[in-house]
RNA sequence: GGCGCCGUAGCUCAACUGAAUAGAGUAUCUGACUACGGAUCAGAAGGUUCUGGGUUUGAAUCCCAGCGGUGUCACCA
């Protein structure tokens, strides 16, 4: 179903006919559109084996090809590029096999497991905008990669002990007055996050004051008491005090009921959640191991340690002097005990940028201990979301809150939607629907439209277009689609079963493109990059935007054959684009 | 400072492992069939791919140096 790697076999066979080239490393690429053709072959690298210029090499190349390749039209030479176009039956063909194939583009199973591992937010405040963009990449990746035929297990590690929940705990003891979500009307993680936010207010002042009277600045924030406080309540978290333990259960709870929140409006979903609270005690065996095999080390103090000068990195610390295990040391054993429960082929953890050295370290670290599934570990390392001042910084207040984000999208997208008409005739439920559709696709695009390791700047003000590349332009156009196809219901006039018959040149265009998404699905899952599809999407959505404009369908004066070709060509475009969106977590709406 | 990532139209982004004249959108200007749904389509204009060297038949892409930005260098996660 490869129309590419068709055309490659066919440039193979060639230069072994006529050079003896084995398994020659050739590359095939689309004919650029001014020049007639459709598939492009770089005649370079086989200059060696011709021993002939590049304009007789590819000379040479296109008469074996044409006389010896049936489906192929016609070929052209330019410099050393061999131009080869392909007959209208063979595209004809290519058409007939999208529309009767059941799961286009999705791939046969590949009997690989694939964990993917997102989200994994603290539980002291509420997501923001870099935490959307780890979800939508996340839950899009593992859409992907099943699409892709694996088999996918999407988790998330939520960070919920610490002293970053302890600090938001003192702060509710201190000024709550015992508030609760249900009796403040504010969703839990907003809650929590509030008082987070009052800590750190309080624990400045308190330094400010300590400072006053003399404290030098390094001591004042150890000594702080409210940073006391806090810390002395982290201890008695671990030592397992129960009313420490208990506001800690239900000040999280509040957290997970507005996470729920969230996640749901965001349209992500994980088959296992696991806890940091469970997991931090892992690793610890896996330290005595590496003690044992040499590979770490132990200081005069007690704390495990692991060299990496050696490999251009630094000593890492593995065990704290009090037996205590930190990130490393829980990282290394969830992946083993992720392994070792699930076998799996693939480990993608979605972390910012900011990680990379964890995850070098990670990696370097299970190798040495001997795990080969070492290189089973993919960092999908993405970059930061920037807002025009710069960072985003929480104690600053500048940051984009998810739930806030969400809400104005669909929002703005109801206002222009309703100003255009659009929701003319609907009802209240439908209207908010559909303006959901289109203002949460609107964000998901913009996001996930962009390479994912690169930094993005993301422009409240100017805010996320409507027009162009965008979600709602490729929303609109499988709508119309839509409507095109009840009208067509309505009229009872168009038979789909006429046989094709011709395709002009717009046509092949839809149908060459069309053809390539399965391989787009594999390379999008190759690449762990969901930006790969939405490109597709959107040349998909414009391709047939102009071809709508040339091809009239249900005006009068079309023939039937042309109708239903064109009905039909309709079909499946839209059936390309709406699996292409599903993969990006976009919902299409069939009315807009 | 050590290590890493990034630098492409005014702006936001593309360009698969090096390949033909570096592409879209947006903003600006000009147009379009009596609107099968105009959130559309066509056209114009917009570039020394940060700078300087190097490798190559060929460099935005690879190498070196510099400049600018950013991340990291916690017994936080």
Known sequence: MNVENIVLDYCRRAAEALYGAQNADLQVSKTRREFVGDYTLVTFPLLRLSHKNPEQTA???????GANCPEVKSFNVIKGFLNIELGEKFWIEVLQNIQAAENFGFGAPTGRTVMVEYSSPNTNKPLHLGHVRNNLLGYSVAKILQAAGNKVMKVNLVNDRGIHICKSMIAWQRYGNGETPASSATKGDHLVGNYYVAFDKAYKAEIAELVAGGMAEEEAKKEAPIMREASAMLLKWEAGDKS?????????????????????????????????????????????????????YRRADGSVWIDLTSDGL?????????????????????????????????????????????????????????????????????GMVELPEGKMKSREGTVVDADDLMASMVEEARVMSSELGKLDGLSEAESFAVSRKIGLGALKYFILKVDP????????????????????????????????????????????????SSLDDKEIEIVKLLAEFPATVVAAAADHSPAVVAAYAYEMAKLYNQYYHEHPILREGVSASDRALRLSISLVVARVILSAMSLLGIEMPDRM
């Open 244 to 296: 420490v333990r208990d506001l800690w259960a239900t000040m999280n709870g509040w957290v997970y009921d507005g996470f729920d929140v969230t996640y749901k409006e965001m349209g992500v979903s994980f088959d296992k959640i696991y806890y940091e609270s469970q997991t931090y005690l892992l690793g610890k065996k896996l330290v005595e191991v590496g003690l044992e095999k040499g590979v770490f």
């Open 453 to 500: 390791r690169k930094t993005m700047l993301f422009n409240p003000a100017e805010s996320i277009d409507f027009n162009g590349n965008t979600a709602p332009f490729i929303q609109y156009t499988y709508a119309r689609i839509c409507s095109l196809e009840r009208k067509a219901g309505q009229a009872e006039s168009v038979d789909l079963k006429v046989a094709i």
């Open 314 to 382: 630094d000593e890492k610390l593995l065990l704290r002097a009090d037996g205590t295990s930190v990130y490393m040391t829980q990282d290394l054993g969830t992946a083993l005990s992720r392994y070792e429960e699930f076998g799996f082929d693939d480990m993608t953890y979605v972390v910012g940028n900011e990680q990379n050295y964890h995850f070098t370290v990670l990696k370097l670290i299970l190798k040495k201990l001997g795990y080969a599934w070492s290189d089973a570990i993919y960092h999908l390392s993405y």
């Open 59 to 65: 000379q040479e190349l296109g008469e074996w090809i």
